[in-house]
Every structure is written in structure tokens, then in C-alpha cells.
């Protein structure tokens, strides 16, 4: 099993910077992993995954430039570094895991992923 804990999220203004930590416990050797969000009343959506040993990652093009996503394989911990905030990143972002390395191919897709944190809510005002 793997259980994955979010935080650092929180409130900003537009153009601010954030940066969400992910750490997984557990089964710790991930083939991908990721971080997804969903703003109310729409579906959930791919940010950006990393697959292991960080050598391939990807992004939405709505973050691209923005967002870097990187990992601490030492500390079992997967980040999400996001500057330029724009209110319309305003959003749930989840953590999520997968054995199988399908999951850092596009399309970012949930049902790729089996293991999900609990979320944290990001926030970003005009």
C-alpha cells in the first residue's frame, strides 16, 4: 500500500508562487507519480507527473513555464514548485501514485493512477 500526504498549499495573490510537497510512505518505489487538480464543478485534471529518477516529466500547457514538478527520492517526497500564480490555477491539487510507468504518458489521465492523497487547497485571488 501507499499513502500520500499533501501540504503546502494555501491562499495567494495573482502572480504569487507556492510550492506543494507530496510525501509518500508505505510501498515507496512509484514508477510515476503526479499531481492532478479539480476546481468545483469540473472534472479532474492532469498538472504535471515525474517519472522515476526524474527523468522525464510533463506538464499541462496550462502550467507550462509556470510549474516544476521534482522529487527527493531520498525523502520519499514528490513537489510541485508553482509560480505565476493565475486565479484560474485556483483548485484541489492532489498527489498522485502508479507502479506502472503508462502513467507519465500523455495524455495525464486519473484512472492511470491508483494512489491518491487527500488533497490541498490552493487558492488564488485578483
Known amino acids: 500500500q501507499v499513502q500520500l500526504v499533501e501540504s503546502g498549499g494555501g491562499s495567494v495573490q495573482a502572480g504569487g508562487s507556492l510550492r506543494l510537497s507530496c510525501a509518500a510512505s508505505g510501498y515507496t518505489y512509484n514508477k510515476c507519480m503526479g499531481w492532478f487538480r479539480q476546481a468545483p464543478g469540473k472534472e479532474r485534471e492532469g498538472v504535471a507527473t515525474?517519472?522515476?529518477?526524474?527523468?522525464?516529466?510533463l506538464y499541462a500547457d496550462s502550467v507550462k513555464g509556470r510549474f516544476t514538478i521534482s522529487q527527493d527520492n531520498y525523502k520519499n517526497t514528490v513537489y510541485l514548485q508553482m509560480d505565476s500564480l493565475k486565479p484560474e490555477d485556483t483548485a484541489t491539487y492532489y498527489c498522485?501514485?502508479?507502479?506502472?510507468?503508462?502513467?507519465?504518458?500523455?495524455?495525464?489521465?486519473?484512472?492511470?493512477?491508483?494512489?491518491w492523497g487527500q488533497g490541498t487547497q490552493v487558492t488564488v485571488s485578483s
Open positions: 498522485a501514485a502508479t507502479k506502472m510507468a503508462r502513467g507519465c504518458r500523455a495524455p495525464m489521465s486519473p484512472s492511470d493512477f491508483g494512489y
Open positions: 515525474i517519472l522515476s529518477g526524474g527523468t522525464y516529466t
